[in-house]
């Protein structure tokens, strides 16, 4: 058995753990950091996603818009530091809906939004034009949103959308990047400050007199450590009982679809488009009385609910749509690699078709798209988790849902303060564990939006 000293353990080389380690080592110059993984990094659920962004978040207060905000000034300046090494672009999302009574709910909710800060709302037609998004660039960009009002004006920017469109809410300050080229690049500064990087499991963390002493790993190698980070993904609450902690947290799971747009149906250079009503999947009347006649089948002709969305991803030959609608999320225990219907991608190459008609020439094709996804780890309001646990020396970088890309820079960057000390910014108390038992807090959390900014 070898017995290593490290000033901090990091566990978990994910995004989270990464970004920790980076914010520690560069930005704090701390030394003697080691960040340990039983997987290669950035291989369970980091590089799973749509690696998307945006500043637009619901209340009931302004932390998530200010949080995010601060992760996006940090990927900004990265970017710049980096020569943009991983492709952040600045599209935007936008929100559709063919529904007239979708209008009032749309402004509605972009006002409470831009009210916290994430950027004012221009009406179209209105007195300033519209402005498309750059495919590439992502400063001196608009913040806030834009809401097109006119049928016509939404079929001339996004000639592919249903003709039905009445609405679209282009949402700024978004868009997205490379998680595997962004992780890379953090790594490998991290490491030349001196990180050290070790695969390993860790199978215990030893406590005495409620302080963090030391970690074990599954070689049967010891780490003599005073602070342990938890950074463990969707084995957060594994990993917290090792403390003898009952995390408050719970994982859903959630798939992606890369299908081929071989015809083009969409231009590459679209921004992220999202579905705001319900849809009622097309079938032909051969295909629904086949689907009718089976109890396994039959929920394929129900409605489905409203958030089918997808953004184009392109080298310059294949050009791929990732496309993603979560309408199952039963909180699951992590299983890997994780199971997926198999129906999963037809229904939403048939789902996407209501948002863009043209995308009807893949039905029948769901058996050529792959498939993949990971667990959201999150909290009951949709926060994360990141400060000391209850236990000195020991602390969290978690329960990131399904933003934990976009979020890893203001994460790394309070976890790493937290840590080194200096002054916490104003969104850190709601956002460590502490506050489940902050009575103001917990009132808060009574009128929570159940969906709490889930896409
Ligand atoms: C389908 C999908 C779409 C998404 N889309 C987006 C998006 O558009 N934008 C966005 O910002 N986010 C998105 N996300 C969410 C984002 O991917 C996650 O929030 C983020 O990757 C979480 O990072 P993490 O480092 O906490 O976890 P992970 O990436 O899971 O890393 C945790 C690491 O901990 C390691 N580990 C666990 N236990 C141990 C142990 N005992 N010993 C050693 N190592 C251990 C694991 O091996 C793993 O490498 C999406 C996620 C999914 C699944």
Redesign the pocket.
């Known amino acids: 058995m070898t017995r290593l000293n490290s000033d901090i353990v990091i ?8 970004a920790a380690a980076y914010h520690l080592a560069v930005r704090h110059g701390v030394k003697n950091i080691t960040l ?4 290669q ?13 945006r500043n637009w978040w619901p209340g009931p207060d302004d932390t998530m818009v200010r949080f995010m905000n601060r992760s996006i000034d940090l990927l900004e300046t990265l970017a710049q530091e980096s020569d943009n090494c991983f492709q952040l672009n600045r599209r935007g999302y936008v929100f559709l809906t063919a529904e007239p009574y979708q209008i009032p709910i749309m402004k509605r909710t972009a006002t409470e939004i831009s009210a916290l800060g994430a950027g004012p709302i221009r009406e179209h037609p209105g007195s300033l034009p519209y402005t498309p998004s750059p495919s590439q660039r992502f400063d001196n960009l608009p913040t806030g949103a834009d809401l097109l009002l006119s049928p016509d004006l939404i079929r001339q920017q996004f000639p592919f959308v249903t003709e039905d469109s009445v609405a679209a809410l282009h949402v700024r300050r978004c868009g ?1 990047l490379d ?1 595997l080229r962004l992780g890379k690049w953090l790594l490998d500064q991290a490491q030349a400050h001196g990180v050290r990087l070790l695969r ?4 215990g963390v030893s406590v005495i007199n409620n302080r963090v002493q030391r970690v074990q790993l599954h070689t049967g190698d010891q780490i003599n450590t005073n602070t342990f980070v938890i ?5 957060l609450k ?2 917290g009982a090792m403390l003898g902690l009952d995390l408050p947290i719970f994982n859903e799971l ?3 679809i890369a299908l081929r747009d071989d015809l083009g149906i969409v231009p590459p250079d679209a921004p992220l488009m999202f579905w705001n009503d319900p849809v009622a999947l097309a079938w032909t009347a051969a295909e629904r009385a086949q689907l009718e006649a089976k109890d396994e089948t039959r929920w394929l002709l129900d409605a489905f609910p409203a958030g089918v969305h997808f953004r184009p991803r392109t080298d310059g030959h294949t050009h791929v749509l990732l496309v ?1 609608w979560t309408y199952d999320i039963k909180p699951q225990e992590p299983v890997w690699p994780p199971q997926f219907d198999r129906d999963y991608p037809e229904v939403l190459i048939r789902g996407l078709a209501r948002m863009i008609p043209g995308l009807s020439a893949y039905f029948g094709r769901g058996r050529e798209a792959y498939v ?6 999150k909290t009951a309001e949709n926060r994360p988790l990141i400060g000391p646990l209850p236990i000195q020396g020991a602390y969290i ?2 329960a ?9 820079q203001a994460a790394g960057e309070l976890l790493a303060t937290h840590i080194t000390g200096g002054t916490l910014p104003g969104y850190a108390s709601h956002l460590r564990l502490e506050r489940y038992e902050d009575a103001a807090y917990q009132s808060l959390m009574a009128n929570w939006d159940v969906s709490s900014g889930q896409l």
């Open positions: 566990c978990g080389a994910g995004m989270a753990g990464i340990v993984d039983e997987r990094p950035l291989t369970l659920t980091s590089d799973k996603g749509t690696a998307a962004y997205w998680p390993a499991q860790v199978t950074a463990a993904g969707p084995y594994r990993v959630h798939g992606k993603i993949d996804g990971g667990y959201y780890c970088i978690g990131l849902s399904g933003y934990g890309i976009m979020a890893s």
